[in-house]
């Protein structure tokens, strides 16, 4: 955003020497970055989905943890959640290339703030379902391990509720490194399209 800063303030002077920028320059600049940003975001999910998917899909083919979640009764249940979490994400990935190809093909400010706003609202939603994936696998471990695991339930039996809040919160704490894993990874993208909406605003308005 600085080059597109730099014309703004050339294009509110009034010496002769500059050129003057239209809004339709601007407007120019916004798209073009507002479609890069989403390609971005398309390619980022594609190679999450790889190397996060693919984690899930061995540790299925790995005899000694598949008899460890066998022993507690929760490889069938993972095994289900991996499947549809497979699914899920592979229509959002769908939704993002989607996406691109609407913002490409945009050619009013009206039409690129709506493409802007309808992306980033797929990306929070995406957020979104996978830190409710993530605490529900959490819980389910938890509770399973807590209820199968001899060393685990004597401790449930002894401090209960002790342990009840230290399992919640051991939860509460994975759901929070995926939170700040998708900030990092979506976060500075998101602010650039909100940034170019608000850029655009000023020219529709």
Do not use: P
């Amino acid at each position: 955003m600085d080059e597109l800063e730099l014309l703004k303030k050339d294009w509110k002077k009034n010496d002769a020497q500059f050129k003057q920028v239209s809004e339709n320059e601007i407007y120019g600049m916004l798209h073009k970055s507002s479609s890069s940003i989403v390609k971005w975001i398309f390619i980022i999910s594609i190679i999450e989905f790889l190397v996060l998917r693919l984690l899930d899909l061995s540790m299925f083919f790995d005899d000694n943890f598949k008899n460890k979640l066998k022993q507690i009764h929760i490889f069938e249940c993972l095994e289900l959640i991996t499947i549809i979490n497979i699914i899920v994400s592979g229509c959002f990935i769908f939704l993002f290339y989607k996406n691109i190809k609407q913002i490409s093909a945009t050619s009013s400010v009206n039409d690129l703030m709506k493409d802007i706003i309808k992306t980033r609202k797929t990306v929070k939603y995406y957020v979104l379902y996978n830190l409710i994936i993530a605490g529900i696998i959490g819980v389910i471990v938890f509770y399973f391990q807590s209820k199968y695991d001899s060393n685990l339930s004597n401790l449930l039996n002894k401090y209960e509720y002790v342990f009840i809040i230290c399992g919640a919160l051991l939860v509460l704490f994975l759901v929070f490194i995926f939170y700040l894993f998708y900030k990092l990874l979506y976060g500075i993208l998101l602010r650039r399209l909100k940034r170019n909406y608000n850029e655009l605003q000023k020219i529709e308005y």
